[in-house]
């Protein structure tokens, strides 16, 4: 392919993005082209062979990719915790891939070095860490990695040999999270040898936050058992109903129990960019490490995951293997600029060009209006429904930007609600969801709560890109009440 062939295909995929109205959020296009996985198969052009595809038909298949791929960015898509993409992060995302290199050394990623060092810094000074070389950080592939930093980092802090000696001879380490907490925290309890049978599930109240008073009973209780506790996760932005534990009390039974405190804030981190909403964050600044995902509803591309830590060289002291022949300490340049031997990862994504080009271009005060406009759109969806025929809210109140409900179809209203009713109450949201992404009008998740005896119930999620507008939370309540009119026979 020479370079004015290479020139057309990118050319002919931007037009495609157009084509499918990319660039306009508010344009009235499915959600998703849903075919079901037989169905795709026989569609697409998946098979790989021996001889390559024309130019053509890689025109054609690069349509059908985006045809019958999710369109994120549209303004009724709220199924997950990310919704479209900042314009700037995805120019961002498309100079990342382009120069196509590696964050482990600044001889190969000076610019990009620089601009992770400065996302660092002033993710730090947003939490209240204390600057560089006291704070440090990181950018990683997904929140689950990042907790996972978290872990590491406290079991060395408290048990460097580990580092060389590995877990014998040590006794079980404990680990405690909420039972509403990401279940990252049990996969990197398995990933890192500490044993899920280790994890203590601390109970959640009424509105999904940590129970305090339960925490300091399961640590006794970790203790009489022979294990060893040395890490507490608390959450800032539960996964379903996006609650925020109570981080300063979390940090005080911390202090007196000399336990390390990680903050996984990969959802709900994003509030502390706004004035108005940033004490739902309070006590973070007294943790020993923090996740975060602006990848979750800022709108930067996918995947954008910082994890923060308290301590001088704790990253390098903790995660260093000493590969000389990779970061060589007679470079030419001051080799402290060098980031891939405090990260697990050898081949390293530079990740933070993304949020820091949305974050130039916007400014510390746009980014903190966006969040301020999606908080205010999900207060306007709760007031919307709160006393609304059908709904009832699963919490009286909210934290985050997710609002869960139920809705009851018209035919099931002053009923008894037995274990029948109950029953079928359990299929409402997945058959209006089926409706709906089937018509492609709307995406919206749902979720049982067993542990809280609650059945399926929607998550409304709102992010900040697109901006969401009262016209969009208005239009998904019609489409609920439309899909669910019938239902309940």
């Avoid at 950080?137 to 996972?148: F, T």
């Amino acid at each position: 392919m020479n370079s004015a062939e290479s020139e057309k295909l990118l050319r002919d995929v931007l037009d495609i993005l157009v084509e499918y109205k990319f660039f306009d959020p508010k344009a009235d296009m499915p959600v998703v082209n849903f075919l079901h996985p037989h169905e795709l198969q026989k569609t697409l052009a998946t098979r790989l062979s021996e001889e390559g595809a024309t130019p053509e038909e890689i025109h054609r298949i690069s349509r059908q990719l985006v045809h019958y791929s999710v369109r994120t960015f549209s303004p009724h898509f709220h199924n997950q915790l990310y919704a479209g993409i900042d314009i700037y992060g995805l120019a961002g995302a498309w100079l990342t891939e382009a120069l196509n290199t590696s964050q482990y050394t600044y001889e190969v990623a000076p610019v990009f070095t620089l601009l992770e060092r400065e996302i660092i810094e002033q993710s730090l000074k947003l939490m209240g860490y204390p600057p560089m070389p006291e704070g440090d950080g990181i950018l990683s592939p997904g929140g689950s990695l990042s907790n996972m930093y978290g872990m590491v980092l406290a079991r060395h802090h408290y048990f460097p040999e580990i580092k060389r000696r590995g877990m014998c001879g040590l006794p079980p380490l404990a680990v405690f999270t909420s039972q509403d907490g990401h279940y990252s925290i049990t996969k990197g309890a398995h990933w890192l040898g500490l044993g899920t049978d280790n994890i203590f599930k601390v109970k959640s109240d009424e509105l999904g936050r940590m129970d305090v008073s339960d925490l300091r009973l399961k640590i006794a209780e970790a203790r009489k058992t022979g294990c060893v506790p040395f890490f507490v996760n608390a959450t800032a932005g539960t996964t379903v109903l996006a609650a925020f534990d109570p981080i300063d009390q979390i940090a005080a039974v911390c202090r007196e129990e000399n336990l390390w405190l990680h903050v996984d804030a990969c959802l709900g981190g994003t509030l502390v960019l706004s004035n108005k909403y940033h004490d739902r964050l309070n006590g973070i600044e007294l943790s020993n490490s923090v996740s975060w995902n602006p990848h979750k509803m800022l709108g930067a591309p996918f995947q954008c995951s910082i994890f923060l830590v308290k301590g001088k060289n704790a990253l390098h002291e903790a995660n260093c293997a000493g590969a000389k022949y990779l970061f060589q300490q007679d470079k030419f340049y001051d080799v402290s600029w060098d980031t891939g031997d405090k990260s697990v990862q050898c081949g390293r994504k530079t990740d933070g060009v993304k949020f820091w080009l949305m974050w130039k271009a916007r400014g510390t005060a746009a980014l903190r209006r966006s969040v301020d406009i999606a908080m205010e759109a999900a207060q306007y969806f709760f007031d919307r429904i709160k006393n609304r025929d059908g709904f009832r809210l699963v919490l009286p109140k909210y934290e985050g930007a997710n609002i869960c409900f139920w809705y009851v179809p018209p035919k099931m209203r002053n009923q008894k609600e037995d274990a029948k009713w109950h029953e079928k109450m359990n299929s409402v949201a997945p058959t209006i969801k089926e409706r709906m992404i089937m018509k492609g009008t709307l995406m919206i998740g749902y979720t049982p709560m067993a542990h809280k005896g609650r059945n399926n119930f929607f998550r409304m999620v709102l992010n900040c890109q697109p901006e969401p507008s009262h016209a969009n939370m208005d239009y998904v309540i019609e489409q609920i009440e439309q899909y669910g009119a019938d239902l309940g026979d």
